[in-house]
């Protein structure tokens, strides 16, 4: 054995150690300060706690709560904190697994009997007995057989077949011990549980055993957890305004779509005034694809099983797939992506480089096997419809037609409202290519390409291993809500997989026949779940351009009706979408019905303004009315329209 190891640290010092050392007596050994703080460690790429020790040369990095990556620890070792807690109140319960998230943990359980939300408090009590306790997470090691043995006289049927299934018989398992807890885990975990200073239980909610609705139903324990009581509280202050944008509570109070259970969970109806949002966001896309030199396409909703073979789809993303349907001449699935569609209109004829970029855009609906306990309203559904394009150019064009979708994709928040977002490169991890195709050279290649679009527009990025597409790297666009949350929409994938599947051609300048490069490209990444994003983010208070019913005038009394259906007459000419309430009501009734309905502006008229030509004017969420002639009025709107401004003045 060597009599001693290197140790590199992120500035390029170095520092010789026995074999053996852990990370955190080196943290010690540079500061008391530092191993106080000390998290987890990061030795050559991955993550593994500060306890275990070092045999060979290493790059090391000491993560604290600075560090993104500490949070995600810091959050399962949370999960194991909600599991051993369970484990003294319900002995019986049954442990399944518990990752973090990005906003918390959860834990699932198997227990005849249902939590209850005094459960919960229950649980959080032994909870802050445990972190008072400050009990070490320790890593232990156990033969394959003797770790099953253990987990079968438990009856923990779900940790047996994490075991079976991510372990090899000759193999050794590791396990985690939080006092009298264990967890068969591959970890790594902060140091004890009194590093964990600010939790909460969320919720209860169900969860079939590894998704399948025919195996039991477990209950799932949602909790989050921060490092600090600071953050904890601004997390539950952003909970409790989200509960108030709830697009589910919000498209039925406003009436713009629903889930019918005689029609099944997952697919969306859209009523007349979400057709009419939806309407808008189709218009304002097919006039970018015209803008921006896309061709308009439209493809089946069902295609032979043979497509979906020769795609890939077939062998990497069966599981989310509808079943095959038999049909006289050959087997067929519903469609899960456009892009197999699009390449066989590109392939329908051979292509010159002359051709070249081919850019072929699609509204298109499709179909995935989304099990039932992730289908969220209309953020997770299993019919919906991309904005889906694909571009077909050759190796030399590929950098400038990534940056064109970059470009195009911030136009959409642009007009959308939107003024934050977060940019991530996703890639492969060269040690797992049993989920990756493509050879080193080409992901390296395609990943480079993409890291310089970044650069060159100065766009701020974060680069994550293992996220890429199965066929190639993929740059994700998450863009930050009214209230602070992230949301994955927009996103610009380079694939060298399909061209090659598919046999794709085009005729080169120098006449031989080349393989053109892909690009997918999605930007609302669907109508549903960008509908669902923009009422969240405008809580129903869409901008003027987007709302459903853009104006509605009330004549005071039944005289005054003539002159309100000249107005409204006068604003249709004029493109608004405009209602007359003619009920015989009282006006103060409609005008708060119209309110709680979110209308931007109400156009209230009596004698006086009919006298004037005139219109009193209330404005959403504004105190007090303003007194204009209608021509100042429309002249007004259509600018609003006109602008896309999400402002009302």
Not at 414 to 419: H, I, L, M, S, Y
Request: with cysteine.
């Amino acid at each position: 054995m060597a009599a001693s190891i290197q140790i590199k640290f992120p500035d390029g010092s170095t520092k010789d150690v026995a074999p053996g050392t852990t990370a955190l007596e080196i943290a010690k050994s540079i500061s008391p300060r530092l191993a106080d703080a000390a998290l987890v460690a990061r030795t050559n790429g991955d993550l593994v706690d500060l306890a275990r020790p070092l045999e060979e040369d290493a790059n090391l990095r000491i993560l604290t709560d600075k560090d993104p990556e500490a949070l995600t620890v810091y959050r399962h070792s949370s999960a194991h904190l909600l599991a051993a807690a369970v484990l003294e109140l319900f002995p019986e319960t049954k442990l399944g697994h518990g990752p973090a998230t990005e906003t918390g943990f959860f834990y699932d359980f198997y227990r005849p009997a249902p939590f209850t939300p005094e459960d919960l408090e229950k649980i959080e009590k032994k909870m802050q007995e445990l972190v008072d306790r400050n009990i070490p997470y320790v890593r232990e090691f156990l033969p394959r057989a003797e770790g099953l043995a253990q987990f079968k006289k438990e009856g923990d049927f779900m940790k047996c077949h994490f075991i079976e299934q991510f372990t090899k018989p000759d193999e050794k398992i590791s396990i985690y011990r939080t006092g009298t807890f264990t967890d068969f885990c591959r970890g790594p975990h902060i140091p004890s549980t009194g590093k964990i200073k600010a939790f909460k239980l969320m919720n209860i909610a169900g969860a079939y055993w590894l998704g399948d609705e025919k195996n039991p139903q477990l209950q799932r324990i949602y909790g989050t957890s921060f490092f600090s009581k600071n953050d904890l509280q601004a997390y539950l202050r952003q909970q409790e305004e989200a509960k108030k944008r709830d697009h589910r509570v919000l498209g039925q109070q406003l009436d713009l779509f629903s889930i019918q259970d005689l029609a099944g969970p997952g697919l969306i109806f859209w009523h007349p005034k979400g057709g009419i949002i939806r309407k808008a966001m189709e218009d304002w896309m097919y006039a970018q694809y015209i803008k921006r030199g896309y061709s308009l396409v439209y493809t089946p909703h069902v295609m032979r099983k043979q497509l979906w073979q020769t795609s890939g789809h077939e062998g990497y993303y069966a599981n989310n797939m509808f079943d095959v349907m038999e049909l006289d001449d050959a087997e067929y699935r519903l469609k899960p992506m456009n892009c197999p569609g699009h390449i066989l209109i590109y392939k329908d004829s051979l292509k010159s480089y002359r051709d070249l970029p081919v850019r072929l855009g699609e509204l298109g609906t499709v179909y995935r096997y989304e099990r039932s306990g992730v289908m969220h309203g209309l953020l997770r559904v299993r019919g919906f419809t991309q904005d889906d394009a694909h571009i077909f150019c050759t190796p030399e064009q590929i950098e400038g037609e990534i940056e064109a979708c970059l470009d195009f994709a911030l136009d959409v928040l642009k007009d959308f409202g939107f003024e934050q977002f977060q940019t991530e490169l996703s890639t492969w991890n060269p040690e797992d290519r049993r989920n990756f195709v493509g050879s080193e050279e080409q992901w390296t290649r395609a990943t480079q390409s993409l890291e310089r679009v970044l650069v060159r527009r100065n766009v701020e990025f974060k680069t994550i291993l293992g996220e890429g597409a199965f066929y190639g790297p993929k740059i994700d666009i998450k863009l930050v809500d009214a209230i602070g949350r992230l949301w994955q929409l927009s996103t610009i994938q380079f694939d060298f997989n399909l061209p090659q599947r598919f046999q794709l051609e085009y005729v080169a300048e120098d006449g031989t026949r080349k393989q053109p490069l892909m690009v997918h490209r999605a930007l609302y990444g669907s109508i549903e779940r960008f509908f669902g994003v923009l009422i969240e983010h405008y809580a129903g208070a869409f901008p003027v351009w987007l709302s459903p019913v853009q104006t509605t005038v009330i004549p005071i009394a039944e005289r005054h009706v003539a002159y309100a259906n000249e107005i409204g007459k006068q604003l249709k000419a004029a493109g608004v979408r405009v209602e007359v309430d003619a009920r015989n009501e009282k006006m103060n009734a409609k005008i708060r019905e119209h309110a709680l309905a979110k209308v931007p502006f109400l156009l209230v008229v009596g004698d006086k303004e009919a006298e004037s030509g005139k219109v009193n004017v209330r404005t959403r969420g504004k105190e007090g009315t303003e007194d204009m002639t209608s021509e100042q009025f429309r002249e007004k709107i259509e600018q609003l329209i006109g602008s896309r401004s999400s402002r009302l003045s």
